[in-house]
């Protein structure tokens, strides 16, 4: 596996590996790599002929209040992951490749970025937008694959590529990879090394409320009284909060207070320590 930071170096080494006529599919990550980010290696290898692995831990995500200096960096350790699991490529600038002095440009998505995550963490998704854009114009994959986990993110992702013609990869073929969970049910998360084991415990609760709330709205019962006994569930299992818990549009994103037609989507951000941890599930909507 070839290690890149710098950019003339990546756009020399892209262009031998799609040498002759061979694809390449991207992996975005900012490192401390589990079992779920695995997973999008091992799918990006069935869709292309190489693949590369983005590591950036993008600062323009990171509110003001947020974890950016805690988050864990584990280069040489997620290193040897990837060229274990047969990976072409890393791609791991420094903060200065990829935001050089005097950047000034960023990316804001209207309509799906504006709820959930996106108002309890203003700024988060522009500088989601942004850097993935970069990402895409540096590597030119044929196919990005991303986790269902952050369904916000790849609902952001999938519109900035459609409003702004990014063929590299086409929408299309911006894959969304379900998301890999722990045996007790729990979304694998780089965040979930900061819980306790008494928080780590507790957390289980979140996925198995969810699907105990999915279970009633298919079964009929009314959503905002659904929703809020998904709430108290938690509150009672130890969160300390729950930033949001809605029912949507599985595209859109556009909240239902009633199953609408086609495909849902649970959403659910909650508190619990000092970590905050997201999931989402699909829920059936109406047919007709």
Same mark, same amino acid.
């Given at each position: 596996m070839q290690t890149i930071t710098?950019?003339?170096?990546?756009?020399?080494?892209?262009a031998l590996l799609r040498q002759p006529g061979k694809t390449l599919a991207l992996v975005p990550t900012?490192?401390?790599?589990?079992?779920?980010?695995?997973?999008?290696?091992?799918?990006?290898?069935s869709r292309a002929d190489h693949v590369c692995v983005s590591i950036f831990v993008n600062p323009a995500q990171?509110?003001?209040?947020?974890?950016?200096?805690?988050? @864990?960096?584990? #280069?040489?350790?997620? +290193?040897?992951?990837?060229?274990?699991?047969?990976? $072409?490529?890393?791609? *791991?600038?420094?903060?200065?490749?990829?935001?050089p002095a005097g950047f000034a440009t960023s990316i804001s998505v209207a309509g799906v970025a504006e709820n959930y995550c996106g108002a309890d963490r203003p700024g988060h998704f522009d500088g989601v937008a942004t850097v993935v854009c970069k990402l895409f114009n540096q590597v030119r994959p044929d196919v990005a694959c991303f986790g269902e986990k952050d369904w916000q993110q790849l609902a952001v992702i999938r519109r900035m590529a459609r409003d702004l013609d990014l063929t590299f990869p086409e929408p299309d073929r911006i894959?969304?990879?379900?998301?890999?969970?722990? @045996?007790?049910? #729990?979304?694998?998360? +780089?965040?979930?090394?900061?819980?306790?084991?008494? $928080?780590?415990?507790? *957390?289980?609760?979140?996925?198995?409320?969810?699907?105990?709330?999915?279970?009633?709205?298919?079964?009929?019962?009314?959503v905002p009284a659904t929703l809020a006994a998904l709430e108290d569930e938690l509150l009672g299992a130890g969160f300390t909060s729950v930033?949001?818990?809605?029912?949507?549009?599985?595209?859109?994103?556009?909240?239902?207070?009633?199953?609408?037609?086609?495909?849902?989507?649970?959403?659910?951000?909650?508190?619990?320590?000092?970590?905050?941890?997201?999931?989402?599930?699909?829920?059936?909507?109406?047919?007709?």
């Open positions: 710098r950019l003339e170096m990546l756009r020399i080494s892209v900012m490192g401390a790599l589990h079992d779920g980010h695995l997973t999008l290696v091992r799918e990006a290898q990171f509110g003001p209040n947020e974890d950016l200096d805690a988050y @864990p960096r584990q #280069l040489e350790a997620d +290193s040897a992951l990837l060229s274990a699991a047969g990976v $072409d490529l890393l791609w *791991a600038p420094p903060v200065e490749v990829m935001y894959a969304g990879i379900a998301t890999v969970r722990e @045996p007790d049910g #729990l979304a694998m998360s +780089s965040r979930n090394r900061y819980l306790s084991p008494q $928080d780590r415990a507790a *957390a289980a609760t979140l996925p198995r409320a969810m699907q105990e709330a999915i279970a009633r709205i298919e079964a009929g019962q009314e930033d949001y818990a809605e029912l949507a549009d599985a595209g859109s994103l556009q909240r239902w207070d009633e199953p609408g037609r086609g495909a849902g989507r649970l959403l659910v951000a909650a508190r619990i320590g000092g970590t905050r941890l997201i999931d989402n599930m699909a829920v059936r909507g109406n047919k007709a």
